[in-house]
């Protein structure tokens, strides 16, 4: 029962580094998405993909990219590292619309930028 | 602008307590949802609810959405230490992918 699945679970990084966080799931669903969780600001949605080739932007794309080249794998890259991309990133995989559908989170990624 | 208010955002109380917590927008929402997470893990989701004025009940939780779906609330009845946590709603403006979430409620029940 693996469910949604991400790596690395820590991760510190200096300014200016790139890195990709991954992200995968073994439950055959279509839509996934990335947020990230901040102190007293709930979760944003970073960018959001509803099938393989298929990716848009959520509420905070700015910093970050994303591809879907399979069903099973969303990672999300950092291009240059800024502090303010310090954060707890979550994954997520719906097998529809997560309006409709139960959203399965993963257990985060918690990365710190000096 | 945070679309979706929740309140109180800490809530500390005994067990055996009941509980109301809010979450409300003034916007209208096709559908909301609520979950609940505990820390150092994702959030696992409890309810969903799309009709004006649903009630729906899972265990010791009653989840109500508004009349005119603007709102929805979750009352907790004979709390328990395992309901501590971090409670979320979530409501999707008529785009289907995109949630908006609230800042949450973080709950804690003590023995």
């Known amino acids: 029962n693996a469910g949604v699945t991400q790596t690395p679970k820590f991760q510190v990084l200096k300014t200016g580094q790139s890195m990709t966080l991954q992200c995968a799931q073994d439950?055959?669903?279509?839509?996934m998405s990335w947020y990230r969780q901040d102190p007293g600001m709930g979760l944003r949605l970073i960018h959001y993909?509803?099938?393989?080739?298929?990716?848009d932007q959520g509420e905070v794309p700015n910093g970050y990219n994303v591809s879907r080249s399979t069903t099973e794998d969303f990672p999300l890259r950092l291009l240059s590292a800024a502090p303010s991309q310090t954060s707890v990133y979550f994954c997520?995989?719906?097998?529809?619309?997560?309006?409709?559908?139960?959203?399965?989170f993963g257990d985060g990624t918690r990365l710190s930028i000096l | 602008t945070q679309l979706l208010e929740q309140s109180p955002q800490f809530l500390s109380i005994q067990e055996g307590e009941n509980l109301t917590v809010y979450c409300n927008s003034s916007?209208?929402?096709?559908?909301l949802q609520w979950y609940r997470q505990e820390p150092g893990e994702g959030p696992v989701l409890l309810v969903t609810?799309?009709?004006?004025?649903e009630v729906k009940k899972l265990k010791r939780l009653t989840f109500q959405f508004g009349d005119a779906r603007k709102d929805s609330s979750l009352h907790i009845t004979a709390a328990q230490p395992g309901d501590t946590g971090l409670y979320l709603c979530?409501?999707?403006?008529?785009?289907?992918?995109?949630?908006?979430f609230g800042k949450g409620t973080l709950l804690t029940v003590n023995p």
């Open positions: 997520a995989s719906s097998s529809r619309a997560p309006s409709n559908q139960p959203q399965h």
């Open positions: 439950m055959n669903h279509e839509y």
């Open positions: 609810v799309v009709t004006g004025g």
């Open positions: 993909s509803v099938g393989a080739g298929i990716t």
């Open positions: 916007s209208v929402f096709s559908s």
């Open positions: 979530a409501g999707d403006l008529g785009s289907n992918y995109k949630l908006t």
